[in-house]
């Protein structure tokens, strides 16, 4: 399975390796894409005899390819794709043991919360969820039983931003694992191997996808022992991601670089301009100098991503009027594609959320939150422009 002839992955720059890690021309044809390899099982020279593979459950030349390409933008050497994000946040999750404790964001992806909590709470294993931008509140969670330390940077939707060399410190003074869901900021903005943490995990659905048009997951570790344990429940749970999927994916990091800088340049721009709206409230984006946290992000990311909230100053009413009159920005759930989309918490994403406690954690009912796509910027202004006027008037 090792290419002998791919180049020394780690003298290449982040875009070079966007495109090739992983790859090479398809030995037999020439073929210079990855084939998708749409095979079940694989000839075997006699019993036990294989090529390197022998079920596509276990492995698959086209995931491989994958796995490899995002091992290298992680700077891990290890990846692991699942059939969906949450594929691959339960694996980490079947790491632990009935007993065990884990310490987790008080924000983190809702369906990551619902997993924790309807999920594992049934097996015995015990969170507590605490603001992470507040390291005492990390460090007073910790117990003896505390074998993982689960952060989200930045969170959803209030794009707080987690320092994690400090909270991969914390856990590991316990000796618990530190785990790391880099979704909203790719490994082209922060690699947080690089700052301490143990294991990354990946929506490949949003900006590694980057399309809108297939879902997947990922683990990456540099750590062997780990890796083979996330391998053995890859296998043996089975949440693993087809080969036409695994294409899509590579087709998709290929440019990431590009799209990165794009979606980075036109949050900017947006996020600045609704700042200075006199009927937006507050806009919650890592790159502002008035963001709590934007020092630590301007440390641990290359830039700020793609992916802001904003505060309308109106009612939920108001807000839903909002979200429902864009032209350019599409009303859905999800991020990370090339089209603006644009959501309202309250109702949406986050309603499962009590509404005391919605409140209480800053998700009022006229925050907005938008996946910033690649269409012309000044036509996302004006077109958050028109859906503010006919909102409020
Ligand atoms: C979407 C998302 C997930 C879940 O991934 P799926 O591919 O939808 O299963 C996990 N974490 C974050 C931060 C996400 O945005």
């Known amino acids: 399975m090792d290419d002998q002839d791919a180049p020394d992955d780690e003298a290449f720059a982040f875009e070079t390796q966007a495109i090739h890690a992983g790859q090479e021309p398809d030995p037999r044809t020439g073929a210079v894409m990855t084939p998708i390899y749409a095979t079940s099982t694989y000839v075997q020279d006699g019993p036990g005899d294989h090529r390197g593979y022998e079920y596509s459950r276990t492995g698959n030349p086209t ?220 806009v919650f984006y890592p790159g502002l100098d008035s963001h709590p946290q934007h020092d630590v992000a301007a440390r641990q990311m290359d830039d700020f991503g793609g992916m802001l909230s904003f505060e309308l100053d109106g009612t939920l009413e108001e807000a839903s009027e909002l979200v429902s009159s864009t032209e350019v920005f599409t009303l859905a759930e999800s991020l990370g594609g090339v089209e603006s989309l644009i959501e309202q918490p309250a109702p949406m994403t986050h309603a499962a959320v009590p509404k005391a406690e919605r409140e209480a954690a800053g998700l009022t009912d006229g925050l907005i939150r938008v996946s910033v796509g690649l269409e012309s910027v000044e036509d996302l202004r004006a077109d958050l422009e028109r859906a503010i006027d006919g909102a409020l008037n």
């Open 63 to 282: 995931r491989t390819a994958l796995e490899a390409n995002l091992a290298a933008l992680e700077g891990g050497a290890y990846g692991r794709a699942f059939s969906s994000g949450m594929g691959a946040i339960n694996t980490v999750m079947n790491l632990l043991e009935a007993g065990d404790h884990v310490v987790t964001g008080d924000d983190v992806y809702g369906g990551t919360h619902r997993l924790f909590t309807q999920v594992y709470d049934q097996y015995d294993v015990e969170f507590s969820f605490v603001d992470m931008t507040d390291l005492d509140a990390v460090e007073s969670a910790m117990r003896p039983e505390t074998e993982l330390v689960w952060a989200e940077t930045p969170t959803n939707p209030l794009m707080q931003v987690v320092d994690v060399q400090a909270v991969a410190d914390v856990a590991h003074e316990g000796d618990a694992l530190c785990a790391v869901d880099n979704t909203f900021a790719t490994p082209y903005l922060q690699r947080p191997l690089e700052h301490g943490a143990d294991v990354v995990s990946h929506s490949l659905t949003k900006y590694l996808g980057g399309h809108s048009d297939v879902v997947g997951g990922a683990l990456v570790t540099d750590d062997e022992d780990l890796d083979e344990r996330i391998a053995f429940y890859q296998n043996s749970v089975g949440a693993t991601p087809d080969p036409f999927g695994c294409f899509l994916v590579l087709r998709g990091t290929k440019t990431l670089p590009v799209r990165m800088d794009r979606h980075c340049e036109n949050a900017r721009d947006l996020a600045a301009w609704l700042d200075d709206h006199p009927d937006v409230s507050e």
